[in-house]
């Protein structure tokens, strides 16, 4: 072999090595106990509206589909902050800024609505307004809660998961809860609470949240947030994205509601 045609093989070798790098599927990690939003479901895939929008982006985006996996939530973000994983959808808080860069326009806006206790005297077509509460309940941990509130002067009661505040407005240790329609649909069923809470239509708030990928040094990452993002914005801009997202909410509580279950 002729050191011209040694040094082409070694040229062609490489091209291979990093496009064969490239094109490696991304691995994205989701909270397994998010019902309906994101879990994991009894044969162990992961499930949910946000891996559902997550796997069609990638598809319109022409890119290798994803590898999903479920996990707690603090090891979803440990995970992603120490490179195991690619990325995750979540709010761009100051820690996750750190280490992660956000894609494209809002991937997911969790919509915030009032969760009040529903009496006789329960006036649902009033108008909400937030001063007319004042033991309202946020998730430990939920650092845009505490953020809404402490700019609005408002001490909140605590509770340890999207359950915990519920049992606690139903109990009159809150009289507020501010919740996305699609956990609330699914959990105030399971826990039998139908006849004691009601969800208003207004929103109080929203919580954007995006898909957000750790690029440090990763090239090929870099690239392909650059084709999810341009594909995210085409299908919002067409209408087509909000389509999708309500299908998948949909899809994802009828899911998880089926049969009378208290799983998904």
Known sequence: MTQHSLLRLIAIAS???IN?????????????????LSYRSETGAVAGVLPDLTRALFKEARL??????????????LDVERGRLDGFVSFPSVARKGYSQAVGPIFYPLRQKPIIYQSQD??????????????????????WSQQFYTERNITPVFG?????????????????FLHPAPIFKVLVNWLNLEDALVQLDDVAGE?????LLNIRDRPDVLSASQQLGAALLRLQNDGQWQKMLTKS???AIARCLKGGQ???
């Open 20 to 36: 064969t790098a490239v094109s490696q599927p991304l691995t994205f990690g989701f909270n397994d106990q998010w019902y309906p």
């Open 262 to 264: 208290t799983s998904c």
């Open 207 to 211: 919580m954007p949240f995006y898909l």
């Open 122 to 143: 329960t006036v649902l077509d009033a108008p909400f307004k937030l001063e007319d509460y004042n033991r309202p309940c946020a998730l430990i941990g939920d650092g």
């Open 64 to 77: 290798a589909e994803p590898t999903l996996v479920g996990l707690s939530w603090n090891r979803v973000q």
């Open 15 to 17: 091209l291979f090595v």
């Open 249 to 251: 909410e949909q899809r």
């Open 160 to 176: 340890r998961d999207s359950k915990a505040c519920l049992r606690m407005v139903a109990g009159g240790r809150a009289d507020l």
